[in-house]
């Protein structure tokens, strides 16, 4: 799929669910549309190579920045940004596709929007595509049984103090954050370059506290899991082995609770799986969303 990188990007403004949010597209207008959601702490260019590559291949690609992220709106107050509201400004970017259902694919915290995607809003979702992230009622059964994951989730419970991981993100030019993704994903993942943007988009006006109020409010405002937790949207998880966040126990767990589930496990891959193995990640997502009629 290489051949199929030069894409040209194209950005618009859309308005939905109360918020103007920044979205990144390419791929021919009359594709199948697919909307990729990014997680923390990368604005939209953490899927860039995966839009570039699905676009080769016909799809139509939007990829959002999130509410609180980079060139989005920041709306204040942590209630802003409760799964809900999170779910609900990608059912209206589907609305503004034109299109009565997407492709939906999503990393880290834009997994989570995904899941819930499918949970709450199922007619929306043709097929979903997971990276690195398990389902909610797994992962929470996880975090209050195993001090393996709750070690590994203690940013979590750092990030809900108020102010003082703002003020220690910025410091030194962001190098909290730059470090943080070097540190957890393979020698020469993230380029010096990559970091720059980074930083830029970490230092938007309100983004690096919209940022960290998607955690805030999964502990202040926990969503209630519906009383029928499984998934009826076909599934493809995707799941790198050696991530230092979550447990990859937590994957066969998830795939249970899809009707039609898929798990491909990446023995090599770190949390940062889009980056490391874009060409197979793109190939997978392709052939599971695909064929283009």
């Known amino acids: ?114 899941w819930w995607l499918a949970l709450r809003y199922p007619e929306r979702v043709q097929k979903l595509g997971i990276l690195n992230v398990p389902h909610p009622q797994i992962f929470l059964r996880h975090l209050l049984s195993s001090p393996q994951q709750l070690r590994k989730s203690w940013y979590m419970f750092f990030f809900q103090i108020p102010g003082l ?58 969503p209630r899991i519906p009383a029928d937790p499984r998934i009826h949207v076909p599934t493809l998880m995707l799941w790198g082995a050696q991530d230092r966040f979550l447990d990859a126990v937590m994957a066969p767990a998830s795939v249970d609770l899809c009707d039609d589930g898929r798990l491909i496990m990446f023995p090599d891959a770190t949390h940062w799986i889009q980056h490391e193995e874009v060409e197979r990640v793109s190939e997978l997502l392709a052939e599971f969303f695909g064929p283009i009629p």
């Open 165 to 222: 991981p703002e003020r220690l993100m910025r410091r030194d030019e962001w190098s909290l954050g730059a470090r943080s993704l070097i540190g957890s994903s393979r020698p020469g993942t993230f380029t010096v370059a990559d970091l720059q943007r980074y930083r830029a988009a970490w230092a938007q006006p309100g983004a690096i506290t919209g940022m960290l109020n998607w955690y805030r409010a999964a502990f202040q405002r926990p």
């Open 1 to 114: 799929m290489s051949a199929e990188i030069a894409q040209e990007v194209e950005h618009q403004t859309i308005a939905t669910n109360g918020m103007n949010l920044h979205v990144a597209q390419a791929g021919p207008v009359a594709g199948p549309v697919v909307i990729l959601l990014h997680g923390f702490p990368e604005p939209w260019f953490g899927w860039e190579g995966v839009m570039r590559l699905l676009a080769g291949r016909g799809f139509r690609v939007w990829v959002p920045d999130q509410r609180g992220y980079n060139l989005s709106d920041k709306p204040a107050g942590v209630g802003a940004y409760q799964i809900d509201l999170l779910a609900r400004d990608i059912v209206g970017l589907i609305d503004a596709t034109g299109r009565e259902r997407a492709y939906v694919a999503g990393h880290d915290w834009g997994a989570a929007v995904a």
